[in-house]
């Protein structure tokens, strides 16, 4: 058990002795009080990592040490203890941030197991702030979290590149955080005040996409009304994201290639050119080494975008992270949550550390909202998981994957993988289009690509047919 600094705070000299004896035994520094002005004063000298409290105790009750700690410390967890337990009292307890609430008389393991979870959650919530501040030395990167040693090495790379000009090509799976990482490269560099653009090149059909990032000339074709300026304008002194730069075809790949070594760009239908400077920041889930060797992208552009690469690592690549994201979902979630949810249950935790996660960290935002609005109490539990992730981690402990395949992916392609998860979210969703899209974080459009890719037959793309 993690050791830690806990005041028990009763004015019930027998309760509040016995369990900080039990405590104590657990190995962990303990400071006892009987009312809870003395508390909250020992409080402002800072270092306490748990606080477990009684709700009645004379002029200063446990909700007023609960709201004194959250006003100095916020990230010291306070659990409630009580006599007199109630729905109300619970609800009551919980909205004003207290980790638990539990009622007298309580079993030695049952407070064994609830100090244990609120000490991870405090222990979580301080490797969060801690990150934060380590982050905002370096800039505003608030959306990116992770410590682990494969996501330090990102960080690195953002750093160096951000204060420069160059070309750089994100390179990772769907769902590891590319924009994350392009918007932290723009917000730390110097064309922070300009506008950053994202396009994705793998979401409309080239002749769209064309007239989208070069804009066009009043009458250059069909419902073309007006003249209009394209992005590569609207990011001009800024950043323009591509995002799935392995999408675009032929012709777009000879126009971008002209507009990166010209630095001017060309609206359809237009005779003059605009001059532009942008910083373009590019990225995949392709391999374009690959691609250009099968002639699938030109390698003259490859060299342009290949100029700074930064490989960002998958979920299973760092699984050690999952902790802190799951709270950082969490707590973004919660808020809107209709039922208070303040942390996750050890078992469920086990359940997301056992999943491979090929969504990676999209699909687990996905799943924590998921299961923060599906919860019905203050910690989530297993069954408040999409069934792919608990079937998914299952067939880690029994060697088998949902379709009596062999679970053990690590001599599969990542296409072969990919085709799998589809295949199991399309399954669980019953061939909702629309709900298997949002699990795996895409759109739909991409979402029948990757099934066309797999051979997979959605249906029309517009046949409605969504089941509900």
């Not at 059909?205 to 250059?220: H, I, N, Q, R, V």
């Not at 237009?270 to 374009?288: C, M």
Request: aromatic share 6%; proline share 4%; glycine share 10%.
């Amino acid at each position: 058990m993690q050791k830690a600094k806990i005041l028990v705070v009763d004015d019930d000299a027998v309760a509040r002795d016995l369990l900080a004896d039990a405590l104590k035994k657990e190995g962990h520094d303990v400071e006892v009080f009987s009312n809870g002005a003395d508390a909250i004063a020992r409080g402002m000298k800072g270092g306490v990592d748990l606080v477990l409290t009684d709700i009645r105790m004379g002029t200063v009750d446990g909700l007023t040490v609960l709201r004194e700690f959250k006003r100095v410390s916020a990230d010291t967890s306070i659990v409630l203890l009580t006599s007199f337990g109630s729905l109300e009292g619970a609800i009551e307890a919980i909205k004003q941030g207290a980790y638990d609430y539990l009622a007298k008389p309580f079993k030695k393991e049952q407070i064994k197991l609830v100090v244990q979870r609120s000490l991870d959650h405090c222990r979580l919530l301080r490797e969060n702030a801690r990150f934060r501040e380590e982050l905002k030395e370096k800039g505003e990167w608030s959306p990116l979290v992770g410590s682990s040693p494969a996501m330090l090495d990102v960080y690195k790379l953002v750093a160096r590149v951000s204060e420069g000009k160059s070309t750089v090509l994100l390179q990772g799976e769907s769902g590891t955080g590319k924009e994350l990482i392009a918007r932290a490269i723009h917000a730390n560099g110097p064309r922070r005040d300009k506008p950053f653009v994202p396009v994705n090149c793998g979401a409309l059909p080239d002749t769209l996409l064309e007239s989208e990032m070069f804009g066009y000339e009043k009458g250059a074709f069909t419902g073309a009304v007006g003249t209009k300026a394209g992005l590569f304008e609207a990011a001009n002194g800024g950043t323009l994201f591509l995002d799935e730069i392995g999408e675009l075809g032929p012709a777009l790949q000879v126009k971008l290639l002209r507009v990166m070594q010209d630095h001017e760009v060309r609206r359809v239908g237009g005779t003059g050119s605009v001059k532009v400077d942008v910083r373009i920041i590019a990225a995949t889930n392709r391999d374009l080494e690959q691609f250009v060797k099968e002639e699938k992208f030109r390698d003259d552009l490859y060299y342009r975008l290949n100029v700074v690469r930064i490989t960002l690592p998958s979920l299973i690549d760092r699984k050690g992270d999952i902790p802190m994201l799951a709270h950082h979902f969490l707590q973004k979630c919660a808020a809107g949550a209709p039922t208070v949810v303040r942390g996750i249950l050890p078992e469920t935790m086990t359940l997301l550390m056992q999943y491979r996660w090929p969504g990676n960290v999209r699909e687990l935002e996905n799943a924590i909202e998921r299961a923060v609005s599906l919860s019905h109490g203050p910690l989530l539990t297993p069954d408040d998981l999409p069934e792919a992730i608990r079937q998914g981690s299952a067939s880690a402990d029994t060697g088998t994957s949902l379709d009596g395949e062999p679970a053990d992916v690590a001599g599969l392609t990542l296409e072969e993988v990919e085709k799998r998860h589809l295949i199991r979210v399309l399954k669980e969703t019953k061939g909702n289009k629309v709900k298997a899209a949002k699990i795996l974080g895409i759109d739909r459009r991409t979402l029948y690509r990757m099934a066309e890719r797999f051979g997979l037959d959605l249906g029309d793309e517009s046949d409605g047919s969504d089941n509900g």
